[in-house]
């Protein structure tokens, strides 16, 4: 007993000394007015822009309008209720969000509160949700493929770590669609996706998670809901919420992809904030800030180089466009901060053609640098040869005569976009888009009915999975071909018994 109040005095010693009282200095103002989630106040004369501040009702907002008398805030939950004449308080920082190895799996709101009913993940550290964007000197070029699976993409429009790559179109027109089978076809990959929801419905969102958890791997991926009926502030706030998710995994030497969906909403709700806070309004009742307000997000994604880790964001953005108007003022502004887009065209999504990806108008700047060898030597002469036949293929519905030459050409182009075609959830791996894409080019299928090309080109695809197996591991390790093994393959593909005697 004697030994045990000693050691008890010593361990509240130390437990003492770890703390430091001291007097807590808050400054203090008062609302003045409020509605539509916007609150003036005034006393909060040293209040810095974004930061967070605290109502007495519990709620909470940020400080988005700084004036000599007044503060604009928007509040983020207003589920108590904020009144005008209520006290509000600085708390010194700003807006955050707790990040960590918990994350994955997991469905949050902009803030980092669970919505999936289990609870709060352990936060090892918190990073603003506003930061300054990597510099020249920490930055690397893109060089490594990120592979979606689809072989459209990856062959004419891929897409490199670090790339930041617009998917813009009409509504229903898929571009949900891509950016959810690029999360799905990660399920082979150690990338951690991040898929950010701004202003959608809620049955809309649910869809969306309900896929990725059915065909890809949702322990890898994070869910960030800002749904039509959040507070505007928290629709403001959420894709910049996820960024900040995105930089803890790329600071620790990780890859992450992260899909706005989509801008067009999150624009809308800035544009309704500012009106709301009186700042004049420009060009479509947009602030003059607009475009600001996403470059500084998507400036933030990148590829680190090793000094720095060696982490990338990805990033896919989506903006949707009204009856196919590609110049509308937020859709041009993504349109020049991003490394290129995907352009989705409602026409060829009502002809059948899956995914609706108009080659024409898409393009991706700073991708090709990251495909493999392989796939870059097969996929640079069929872009050609789809380009030209794109061109030509208008003549043909005119009842023109048309040359020789240039008929082998459409019988080549119309085979490659049937291959082209592909359904949802059915993402290929690298060494079954390539060797797709070498069938098509070898002309093998020159001779088979447009109705049978895909059929066929799956027989042989089996046929080589079951007699070149090591071909197809050189392709998926190395990505490259010696030229005897190339030999090799496309004998086999042109020797294709069914087939050998009609191209003869």
């Not at 983020?76 to 509000?88: I, M, P, Q, W």
């Not at 108009?358 to 495909?371: E, H």
């Not at 240039?406 to 291959?419: C, N, P, S, V």
């Amino acid at each position: 007993m004697e030994k045990a109040i000693p050691d008890f005095w010593e361990k509240s010693k130390k437990e003492a000394e770890q703390y430091r009282f001291a007097p807590k200095v808050m400054e203090e103002g008062t609302v003045i007015s409020v509605g539509d989630d916007i609150a003036h106040i005034s006393g909060l004369f040293s209040a810095r822009l974004y930061e967070l501040l605290e109502f007495e009702s519990g709620d909470s907002g940020i400080a988005f309008d700084l004036d000599r008398e007044h503060t604009g805030v928007v509040i983020l939950r207003n589920k108590k209720g904020v009144r005008a004449g209520d006290r509000v308080y600085s708390t010194g920082r700003v807006i955050s969000i707790g990040v960590g190895e918990e994350l994955p799996g997991r469905v949050l709101d902009a803030l980092g509160n669970p919505l999936d009913g289990h609870r709060v993940p352990r936060a090892e550290t918190f990073y603003p949700v506003e930061r300054e964007a990597p510099s020249l000197i920490q930055r690397d070029f893109v060089s490594d493929p990120l592979y979606t699976g689809i072989k459209v993409i990856d062959a004419l429009l891929p897409i490199g770590k670090g790339q930041r790559e617009l998917i813009i179109g009409d509504p229903s027109s898929g571009k949900t669609a891509i950016a959810v089978d690029t999360i799905i076809n990660q399920k082979r990959s150690d990338v951690i996706c991040i898929y950010v929801a701004i202003g959608q419905k809620r049955d809309h969102i649910l869809k969306v998670m309900k896929e990725i958890k059915q065909y890809g791997d949702a322990s890898k991926t994070v869910f960030i809901t800002a749904d039509a009926t959040e507070t505007l502030g928290l629709q403001y706030v959420a894709p910049y919420s996820a960024t900040a998710i995105a930089e803890y995994f790329c600071d620790r030497g990780r890859d992450a992809l992260v899909v706005y969906d989509d801008l067009s909403k999150h624009a809308n709700a800035y544009r309704a904030l500012s009106l709301l806070l009186k700042r004049p309004p420009g060009r479509e009742a947009y602030p003059g800030d607009i475009f600001y307000l996403h470059s500084r997000l998507l400036e933030r994604p990148g590829k680190l180089n090793e000094r720095y880790g060696g982490g990338s964001i990805t990033a896919l953005p989506i903006v949707e466009t009204q009856q196919g108007n590609i110049s509308a003022y937020i859709p041009t502004n993504l349109v020049s901060i991003t490394d290129g887009q995907i352009y989705m065209n409602t026409l060829l999504l009502n002809k059948g053609i899956r995914p609706a990806i108009d080659v024409g108008k898409s393009v991706s700047r700073i991708g090709g640098k990251a495909q493999v060898e392989i796939m870059k030597e097969v996929a640079g002469r069929l872009k050609i040869d789809y380009s030209r036949f794109l061109e030509v293929e208008v003549f043909t519905k005119f009842g023109m005569k048309i040359e020789e030459e240039t008929a082998k050409l459409i019988t080549r182009g119309e085979r490659l976009r049937e291959i082209l075609k592909q359904p949802e959830f059915q993402p290929r791996t690298i060494e079954e888009e390539v060797l797709s894409l070498m069938i098509v080019e070898s002309g093998i299928l020159d001779s088979v009915e447009l109705a049978a090309v895909r059929d066929r080109c799956r027989e042989i695809m089996a046929t080589v999975r079951e007699k070149l197996p090591d071909i197809l591991q050189e392709i998926r390790d190395r990505g490259r071909l010696t030229d005897t093994d190339k030999e090799r393959l496309i004998g086999l593909i042109t020797a294709y018994e069914p087939l050998a005697n009609k191209t003869e």
